[in-house]
């Protein structure tokens, strides 16, 4: 999988996706993106991808810049490099409570082991490439992620 070095010694924030594929796919996307060929495969990656039903793969090292936004910065320093990119298996039409839930304890976890406050864990693909991106859609940005921000 292609990464680089993060510009800063740990993430600083979350930038949440949806993959914009059917449910089911999840484990097939894993599997893909861990089979990665430089100058075959686009160079794409995300940190975590959480499934609908809950599973969580895993494709970059938290501590390891990831290629998931094509564009934007966040204080200075590239968004791929400062931040944990997690995509979420669907279309952004819906979120299965198994998928919230495992969203929770994520964002909990990767927020208490960096210190990630709530606004930092609370941004989406299209704030930095609203021409392209509309990821992960407004009913998680204004209805889910809220909740899973403030359960964190």
Same mark, same amino acid.
């Given at each position: 999988?292609?990464? $680089?070095?993060? *510009?800063?010694?740990?993430?600083?924030?979350?930038? +949440?996706?949806?993959? %914009? *594929?059917?449910?089911? *796919?999840?484990?097939?996307?894993?599997?893909?993106?861990?089979?990665?060929?430089?100058?075959?495969?686009?160079?794409?990656? +995300?940190?975590?991808?959480?499934?609908?039903?809950?599973?969580?793969?895993? $494709?970059?090292?938290?501590?390891?810049?990831? +290629?998931?936004?094509?564009?934007?910065?966040?204080?200075?320093?590239?968004?791929?490099?400062? $931040?944990?990119?997690?995509?979420?298996?669907?279309?952004?039409?819906?979120?299965?409570?198994?998928?919230?839930? %495992? @969203? @929770?304890?994520? @964002?909990?976890?990767?927020?208490?082991?960096?210190?990630?406050?709530?606004? /930092?864990?609370?941004?989406?693909?299209?704030?930095?490439?609203?021409? /392209? /991106?509309?990821?992960?859609?407004?009913? +998680? *940005?204004?209805?889910?992620?809220?909740?899973?921000? /403030?359960?964190?």
């Amino acid at each position: 999988v292609r990464s $680089s070095r993060l *510009t800063v010694p740990e993430p600083t924030a979350i930038v +949440w996706h949806y993959t %914009a *594929t059917d449910i089911g *796919t999840a484990k097939s996307l894993a599997k893909r993106i861990r089979k990665y060929k430089s100058g075959v495969d686009r160079a794409a990656s +995300w940190h975590l991808l959480i499934a609908a039903d809950g599973t969580i793969y895993q $494709s970059v090292s938290l501590l390891r810049g990831a +290629w998931h936004c094509r564009c934007g910065y966040l204080d200075g320093h590239r968004v791929n490099a400062c $931040s944990i990119g997690i995509e979420l298996e669907g279309h952004g039409q819906s979120f299965p409570d198994a998928q919230v839930d %495992a @969203a @929770a304890r994520v @964002a909990r976890t990767v927020m208490d082991a960096y210190r990630i406050v709530p606004q /930092r864990a609370s941004h989406g693909h299209a704030e930095f490439d609203p021409q /392209r /991106r509309a990821d992960p859609g407004k009913i +998680w *940005t204004e209805k889910i992620l809220p909740g899973v921000v /403030r359960l964190a």
